[in-house]
């Protein structure tokens, strides 16, 4: 199989890394000047100088390939913008480099083992820039015609082409002929044919027949004519993930399996031979390996052999840069009996660069909730803004951003077009925020399961208490003894 490794493919986006991107559909950068300077305000991110600026730092160092097989770790308050600063970095970084998005708890999910959902992800962050020179058919198409048997079953044709210079027919075969069809070619489009895969595009119409049409919508392109001979080669570049090479050639259904997502686990052996594969297109010239971003976010759901595989994947041949972020202090690493800074163990600790983020004034506050109304197309009045600043100050920012929806849909229920102070409110008296849903669960502990799976309804005494069969689940159930 090593003979015939494909790597062609469309990229895809995967719907699990969309919702991460939702609340953050503001940011278009880290918001750096020429000089890696953070401004004020400025692609949508407001504030967090001295983390940006830092980040600003790492952007640089990506981009000359100096920090791969290292990790970097975001430690702050929860909604002091960790996740939004990754986002900012990956669209610095622009779509060229391999950016993927996970969350620590997702790795345990129950189709893949640990160590392979892992091992997916930093996959997903290494692309393979593969350079290939393709002949290419190129020219104006004379005609086409094409003979349908009477039984309707091979067809056959012939398609007449030709550049400023010559002119040929070529032989139709069925595959040639649906995919003309498909691309509804008509004798005067010009296009281009991949010789080895027979994709078909169309480039645009002639000059040299704009005449003939004179009812043709505006979208409508004219090209010239092409010179010279009818086959060139050319060279075309291509950047697929090591990953998307992984799918491709461990399934028959490879290109399917792509698009649904449904990989399952991949041979150890297929991964080698890809491996040894690469590094050799890698020696010949014929590649170029591009490190990307592999962001784990909530890294503290990691448990130790998530973390000793994170260190031994960042020793590899190919690795991606690590970024974790992470809003726990000191505290025991799941699966192990022993306490650390941010849970992380020591030797990953000791591997990465720590960017602090730290708590917003009003002002900075003000500015974000603003910017993500702008972003919703949310017209808060000067009062609804700044009631909205007290909260987001008083909680969250997350919680006073997700209330800014929720204004809104009160807003439009009484057909007004901007969020007044009083539909914040409602919004707010609405929705719990996390204290003061802690406070209602305290006052009202007796109606909630508890921990040993009791559960009291209404006045009654104890010793009638219903028991629930099952335990509830636990905390922890994510651990390995
Ligand atoms: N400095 C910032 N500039 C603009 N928006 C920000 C900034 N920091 C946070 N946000 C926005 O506030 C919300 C919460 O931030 P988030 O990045 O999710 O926090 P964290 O990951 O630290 O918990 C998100 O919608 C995020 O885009
Ligand atoms: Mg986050």
Redesign the pocket.
């Known amino acids: 199989m090593s003979a015939s490794i494909t790597t062609k493919s469309t990229s895809t986006q995967d719907a699990s890394s969309l919702s991460l991107i939702a609340?953050?559909s503001?940011?278009s950068g880290l918001g750096l000047d020429d000089n890696l300077q953070p401004k004020e305000s400025y692609q949508?991110?407001?504030?967090?100088l001295q983390a940006r600026k830092a980040m600003g730092v790492i952007l640089k160092m990506i981009q000359a390939g100096k920090i791969a097989g290292r990790a970097v770790l975001l430690a702050?308050p929860?909604?002091?913008?960790?996740?939004?600063l990754a986002m900012g970095l990956s669209q610095n970084l622009g779509a060229e480099v391999p950016f993927t998005a996970i969350t620590g708890s997702e790795i345990f999910s129950l189709e893949l083992s640990k160590t392979e959902s892992l091992t997916q992800a930093f996959r997903k962050s290494i692309g393979v820039r593969i350079k290939e020179e393709t002949e290419m058919i190129e020219g104006e198409v004379v005609e086409i015609q094409i003979d349908r048997s009477i039984t309707g079953g091979h067809k056959q044709g012939k398609l007449t082409i030709k550049t400023t210079d010559m002119e040929t027919i070529y032989e139709l075969g069925n595959k040639m002929i649906e995919g003309l069809t498909k691309e509804k070619v008509l004798a005067g489009d010009v296009i281009s044919i991949d010789k080895a895969s027979g994709k078909i595009t169309k480039l645009g119409k002639s000059f040299t027949r704009a005449r003939d049409y004179d009812a043709m919508g505006p979208e409508t392109k004219f090209v010239q004519c092409p010179e010279g001979e009818l086959q060139k080669r050319k060279e075309v570049v291509h950047t697929v993930s090591l990953h998307e090479i992984d799918v491709i050639n461990s399934r028959q259904q490879g290109f399917l399996a792509l698009f649904s997502g449904d990989t399952g686990e991949i041979r150890q052996e297929v991964r080698d031979q890809i491996n040894t594969k690469v590094a050799e297109w890698k020696e010949e010239g014929k590649a170029e390996i591009v490190p990307g971003v592999l962001f784990i976010?909530e890294v503290h759901m990691l448990d130790i052999e998530c973390f000793s595989f994170i260190n031994r994947a960042l020793e590899d041949e190919f690795s991606p840069i690590v970024i974790m972020?992470t809003?726990r202090g000191i505290t025991r690493t799941r699966g192990a009996n022993y306490k650390s800074p941010h849970g992380l163990p020591m030797d990953l600790l000791d591997r990465s660069i720590i960017v602090h983020?730290t708590s917003y004034s009003g002002d900075e506050i003000r500015t974000?909730l603003s910017?993500?109304a702008n972003e919703e197309e949310v017209d808060l009045t000067g009062d609804a803004l700044a009631l909205l600043t007290k909260i987001g100050q008083e909680t969250s920012?997350?919680y006073a951003?997700n209330l800014i929806a929720v204004s809104q849909q009160i807003a439009a229920k009484k057909r007004n077009t901007s969020v007044e102070l009083q539909d914040i409110k409602r919004a707010y008296m609405l929705f719990l925020d996390s204290d003061r849903s802690v406070q209602y669960l305290e006052e009202n502990s007796s109606q909630y399961i508890d921990d040993s799976g009791n559960v009291t309804f209404g006045q009654q005494v104890a010793d009638s208490e219903p028991k629930l069969e099952d335990k509830p689940v636990e905390d922890d159930k994510m651990e390995t003894d």
């Open positions: 609340a953050h503001h940011i949508g991110m407001v504030g967090q702050g929860p909604s002091t913008g960790k996740t939004a976010d972020a809003n983020t974000i910017i993500r920012l997350r951003s």
